[in-house]
């Protein structure tokens, strides 16, 4: 009866062209977009790959919204495979359904096209998108995302009088991204990439030209595959002000670091003699160092290249664990300044809220059926091509399960599960990471608490060294080798939500799960709670299945 129920309203939709009646209306602005996506050729370090282009672009167009902004963007696969893009860092309240991750939405077939529709709302800063399918993100796809406060809210720091750039970062793979798949498939590790991009251009490509005397705000994003990377500008201060949508405590850096997934934006004031200067993009700690160099040139400078070699610097001091630890641990949020609304950032007091309960995560490295997956507490998440959050709400059994924790399993096991969590729980979610290389970890539809980080094994005495005050709140966050990081998070919002790995290999492999955040209550939810499901195309492209799989379980 439900799947009645949802073909016949997807073909009414559909036929209308109507929109989602839950967020289309009232005064909000709406921004209407329509992105092509297409495969084109690009060779940034002189080998031909076949990449993920929007609207002919590597990196994407620019998202440029304003807090309450209504987005429709109407993505229009031409690729010879399915697709699908996800929001890295936006919250999308109460609209898991546009999230664009597998386990919530059908994928756009090729040919086909899908309008996601979301609201931009309190997370005010720097983000990015990136398909979510497959390996599609080591073959581009992605572009910057701005969220900007509306006027009447002040930013916490001066006017950037000379403009913005976002600045995507990355590691880069010459191999075709297929082919990095099926070397997964075939129970292969990836080889080290082999080079580092900004904005997808090779070394000395990428140009910024500054004005002296003014101020640049740049918005870092590492949309790489797995490598954690240092940006710096030569003979520049770094003024960190924001990462993720959260203001930080202003404070100069000479480099930071952006491991993969993560979003910063530091303010630069042209306050050198007017030449030309490197930009430095550096992989940090594994595998031998990889540079991705670009040039600031100040406006009417006759300098053609910068001088001294971009790549003697302090590399036997930066380039440890240890160091970077320390890095993150310097930055804080700023208590006072206001975000997307007049109360300041620091008004939720998340040290005073009682933990209702603890999420242990501990990672690693399993055969598995003969192939080799990561895993998370023994067990690698499979995905099976059939959304969960499309299976919970036609309530088809068998499609995934619905788990309190993690299974007590010696085993390794494949599993496609979600973690029951009831809306408004304060969680702690612990990732330890056993394993010798670092790992970022991202929530989709709530940032964290980043309360603490630590060596070797976390325990409950670690809660003393917790950051209760002014901890960093942001959505992807790195947990160092053979070390701990504990972060609190309020789940205020209803929906199905990804927690995954950002290194993309880790991904496919197995280390994602879901999060699936109700009120408990058996009916569909209140649509104050959660938006209702927009059935159209791609939605429908899953009916199918839900209903082969629906008779079996009847
Ligand atoms: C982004 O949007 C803001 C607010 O509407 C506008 O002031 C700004 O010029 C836009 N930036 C770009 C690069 O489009
Ligand atoms: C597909 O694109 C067409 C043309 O732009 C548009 O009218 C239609 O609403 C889109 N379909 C979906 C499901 O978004
Ligand atoms: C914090 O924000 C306040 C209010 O916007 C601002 O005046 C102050 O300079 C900021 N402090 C730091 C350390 O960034
Ligand atoms: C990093 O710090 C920890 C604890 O302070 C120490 O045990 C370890 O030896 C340090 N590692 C390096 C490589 O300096
Ligand atoms: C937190 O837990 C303590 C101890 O169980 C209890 O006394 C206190 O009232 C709780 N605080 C809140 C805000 O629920």
Redesign the pocket.
């Known amino acids: 009866m439900d799947l009645r129920r949802l073909v016949v309203a997807a073909v009414v939709l559909s036929e209308a062209g109507i929109l989602h009646p839950a967020i289309v209306g009232g005064e909000d602005h709406h921004v209407f977009l329509d992105w092509e996506v297409s495969y084109a050729v690009r060779s940034p370090l002189g080998v031909a790959k076949r990449v993920i282009a929007i609207n002919g672009r590597l990196p994407g167009p620019l998202l440029n919204l304003t807090t309450n902004d209504v987005v429709h963007v109407n993505v229009v696969n031409t690729l010879d495979e399915p697709f699908l893009l996800t929001w890295n860092g936006l919250q999308l309240r109460r609209n898991s359904w546009n999230d664009g991750v597998a386990g919530t939405n059908c994928p756009i077939p090729p040919g086909e096209n899908w309008t996601y529709v979301f609201q931009a709302k309190d997370e005010v800063g720097t983000f990015f998108y990136r398909p979510s399918l497959a390996l599609h993100a080591a073959a581009g796809g992605h572009g910057p995302i701005r969220v900007n406060n509306r006027p009447v809210i002040?930013?916490?720091?001066p006017h950037p009088d000379g403009g913005e750039f976002d600045l995507l970062i990355q590691d880069w793979y010459n191999m075709d991204a297929t082919q990095m798949q099926e070397r997964l498939d075939g129970g292969r590790a990836l080889p080290p990439p082999d080079g580092v991009l900004i904005n997808g251009l090779g070394p000395y490509e990428a140009e910024l030209t500054f004005e002296a005397g003014r101020t640049y705000r740049l918005r870092v994003s590492n949309v790489g595959t797995r490598t954690s990377l240092a940006f710096r500008v030569q003979g520049h201060k770094l003024l960190l002000?924001e990462a993720e949508g959260a203001?930080?405590?202003?404070?100069h850096y000479a480099s930071l670091d952006v491991h993969p997934g993560q979003s910063l934006s530091v303010l630069v004031a042209a306050d050198q003699p007017p030449k030309a200067y490197h930009m430095v993009v550096s992989s940090l700690f594994a595998g031998p160092e990889l540079y991705g160099v670009g040039t600031v040139r100040y406006a009417g400078s006759s300098d053609q290249m910068p001088s001294g070699n971009p790549l003697l610097d302090d590399r036997s001091s930066h380039n440890t664990y240890n160091r970077s630890m320390e890095q993150a641990k310097s930055i804080r949020m700023?208590?006072?300044?206001?975000a997307a609304r007049p109360n300041?950032q620091g008004s939720f007091h998340y040290g005073q809220i009682n933990i209702t309960r603890t999420l242990l995560l501990r990672n690693d490295e399993s055969e598995i059926g003969g192939r080799r997956r990561c895993t998370v507490n023994s067990v690698a998440f499979a995905n099976t091509g059939t959304p969960l959050k499309l299976a919970d709400y036609f309530r088809v059994a068998g499609v995934f399960t619905v788990v309190s924790g993690w299974p007590e399993t010696r085993n390794p096991t494949l599993s496609t599960m979600a973690i029951d969590a009831s809306y408004k729980d304060f969680v702690q979610i612990v990732f330890e990471n056993r394993l010798p290389s670092l790992q970022t970890w991202h929530l989709d539809g709530s940032s964290f608490f980043v309360a603490g980080m630590g060596w070797g094994k976390w325990s409950q005495d670690a809660r003393s060294t917790y950051n209760m005050v002014d901890a960093m709140y942001r959505s992807t966050v790195q947990v160092y080798p053979k070390s701990w990081t504990a972060v609190l998070v309020y789940l205020d919002n209803e929906g199905m939500w990804n927690l995954r790995s950002q290194d993309l290999e880790r991904r496919y492999l197995g280390q994602e799960v879901y999060l699936r955040v109700s009120q408990g209550n058996s009916e569909v939810p209140d649509p104050r709670d959660e938006m209702p499901m927009r059935p159209c195309l791609p939605m429908l492209s899953c009916v199918e299945k839900l209903k082969v799989l629906k008779a079996g379980t009847s």
């Open positions: 002040d930013v916490p720091f002000v203001y930080t405590q202003q404070k700023n208590l006072t300044s206001g300041p």
